[in-house]
């Protein structure tokens, strides 16, 4: 196995264990948005991410850059909004699924901010996830 092929596999090694630690963050989260006020819930929460990353700070250097910028605002945009949605929500699974379309939102970005091309399977794929999402909305 080459190199790249040894590189493509880690990386989907870690995005699947990327995907099952946001499972778990949406049980979790599910659950405590039961008995706590989502503002509270989304403030504690990010506290406790600085804790966990206070230790990294030691061994690697934060950079700066407005892209990162973007990452940190809209990141915790979306991430207090989500928790109201579940608030409000009763069934999570639709909320998680159509949170799980950022994706698509990219590709669109990537479309009109960088002249990105979509390619047809893409866009077989951005038409599959919509029709998950209303599949699991129902």
């Known amino acids: 196995m080459s190199i790249p092929q040894r590189s493509q596999l880690l990386a989907v090694a870690f995005a699947l264990i990327s995907s099952l630690a946001w499972g ?31 230790p990294f700070t030691l061994r690697v250097r934060p950079v700066w850059s407005w892209s990162i910028l973007g990452v940190a605002v809209f990141g915790v945009v979306g991430y207090g909004i989500f928790f109201l949605a579940l608030k409000v929500g009763r069934n999570p699974a639709p909320l998680v699924a159509i949170t799980a379309l950022y994706p698509v939102v990219t590709l669109v970005l990537e479309y009109l ?26």
């Open 24 to 54: 778990f963050w949406g049980y979790y989260s599910h659950q405590a948005s039961r008995t706590h006020a989502a503002m509270g819930l989304w403030v504690t929460s990010v506290l406790i991410e600085g804790l966990i990353v206070l």
């Open 113 to 138: 901010l960088q002249g990105a091309s979509v390619s047809p399977r893409q866009l077989v794929g951005i038409a599959l996830a919509v029709v998950a999402v209303v599949v699991l909305a129902l």
